[in-house]
C-alpha cells in the first residue's frame, strides 16, 4: 500500500518530537517558540494583508508562551497590538517566560483578563490551552473561548483551538471556532476528527526547520490519507480485459419499502467498476431495479432458503442497505454469513449482529464493517456519546472486535485494518448529511473488494473515492446533496490514476 500520507501524532508523541528537537538535536525551545510564533504570524498577513491590528489572548503555558511571541512580532512589524492574560504573567516559567519577556520588551500592553473585554483585533489569536488538555474547560477560559466564538474578527489558533481534545476530536465543554489553525512540528490526530474539522478551520503545518532525524523511527499514530497514492492501488486494467476479472458484486439488502438502498449501493458498485452486479432483494422490487438499472441481475428473494443456491456465483457480498430488521432480513443474513466470502456489512446486518441474535460474532477476516457512530455504539454495547468522545479509540475496539477493517463514519471517517495506523480520510462535507450516502460507500468498497483490493485497501480507498465525489458533487451547493450525485463522479475518479493509459 503507498504510505505517502501524512502522519498525525497524539499530544504525547508531539512532546516527544519536541522534546527530541531540543534535547538531541540541540535547538533551544525558545527558538522553536519563535519560530512558531513567526510562522503564525505569515499566516495571518498572509490571510489578512490589510489587517492592523490583533488580540491575543495568552493562557499560561507554552501555547500563551507563543501567542505572546506572536504579538512581539506584530509589534515590531508597527501592528496594534492587544494582549489578555489569562494566567498571572509573572508566575510563568521557562520558555514562557522569556516569551513574555520579549513581548513586554517589544513594547506590547499585556491586560489581566476580568472576564469580560472588548476584543478589538481585526483578527483574534488563540493562544490559551495547548494540547495537554484532558478534561472539561471551565471558568474564565471557558469565558474567554465563549467571548472569542461570539466576536465578529475571524480567530485563528495556535497550535489547536483550545478547548479540543488534541489526541481525540472531542470537545472538552466548549472550544475555540478557528477560521484556521496553525499546528507545528506533528500534525494532531485530534484536528482532523471528529469536532476537529469544524473547529480548526484551515489547517496550516509550519515544521519549525526541525530536522528530519526528529521523526525517524516513530511510527505516527495515524495517516491522513492522500486520493491520488492509493488510487495506485486499483489494478491497470488490459487491453483484452473481460468483466469476469473484476468481480461479481452481490448486494444483499432492501427489504418492503427499503428498496432505494440496495438500488444506490448496486449502481454504486458498478460505477465503481465491479465486472458484475446482482442485487438479491425482496420480490416486490426487481421490476422497478431492472427498469432504473438494466445492467442490473436483480433476483427477487422471498426467503432465505431461495437466497443460499444464489451465494455461489458472487465473489463479494455487500449486505445491509435497506435490509431491515425482519424475519426474512435475518434469513438474508444468516445465509450471507454462512457464504464465507469477503463482504462489506452496513446498515442493519450491523444492527442485527449487535442484537446477538447470530450467537458467536463471525470470523470477519475478509470483510469491511461501515457503521456510523449509532451503529458502532450499539456493536461495541456503550452509547452514541462514548463513540464520539474518542473516535480514534472505538475505531480500533471494532476492528480488535470484530476482524478485517473497521471503518467509521463521520467528519474525519477513520479507517482500522489489522496493523499498521489508523486512516483518516480528510474529504467530504457536510452536504453529506442526507440519506443514501452510507449505501453509495458500501457498494463502492464492494467493487474495490472485488478487484483485488484488500479490506483495509478498499475502505481506505473507498472512503477517499466517496468523500472526494462528494465535495465534487457539492460545487453547486451542500444543501440538497443527494447520494446519486457522486455515482459520475465516483467514476471519474475511479478512472483518474490510469488516465495516461487511455
Known sequence: MPLSSIPLYTATQTRALDHSAIETQGIPGIVLMKRAGASALAEIQRRWPAARSLTV?????????????????????????????????????????????????????????????????????????????????RDDYAAAIAALNAAPAPVVAIDIPSGLDADTG?????????????????????????????????VRFAGLEVPEAVYGGRAAEAELLDLAALGELLPRRPRDAHKGQFGHVMVIGGDRGFGGAALMAAEAAARAGAGLVSVATHPQHAASFLARRPELMVKGVPSGQELEPLLVAPTVLVVGPGLGRSPWAEQMLQQALGAALPMVLDADALNLIASGRFGAEPDGRSWVITPHPGEAARLLGIDNREVQTNRPDACRRLQQRFGGAALLKGAGTLIAGPQGPLGVCPYGNPGMASGGMGDVLSGLIGALLAQGLTPTAAARLGACLHGRAADLAAADGEIGLLATDLLPHIRRLSNASHAADL
Not at 506533528?186 to 480548526?200: E, I, M
Open 170 to 202: 472531542a470537545e472538552l465543554g466548549i472550544a475555540v471556532r478557528a477560521a484556521v489553525t496553525v499546528t507545528f512540528i506533528g500534525r494532531k490526530l485530534g484536528l482532523y476528527t471528529g469536532r476537529g474539522p469544524a473547529c480548526a478551520g484551515a
Open 57 to 137: 489572548l495568552c493562557g499560561g503555558g507554552n501555547n500563551g508562551g507563543d501567542g505572546y511571541i506572536v504579538a512581539a512580532l506584530a509589534r515590531q512589524r508597527g501592528l496594534a497590538v492587544q494582549v489578555f492574560a489569562l494566567a498571572d504573567p509573572e508566575r510563568l516559567q521557562g520558555d514562557a517566560a522569556r516569551a513574555r519577556r520579549f513581548a513586554t520588551d517589544a513594547g506590547v500592553p499585556v491586560t489581566a483578563w476580568r472576564g469580560a473585554a472588548d476584543l478589538d483585533g481585526e483578527v483574534l489569536v488563540d493562544a490559551l490551552l495547548g494540547t495537554g488538555l484532558t478534561r472539561p474547560v
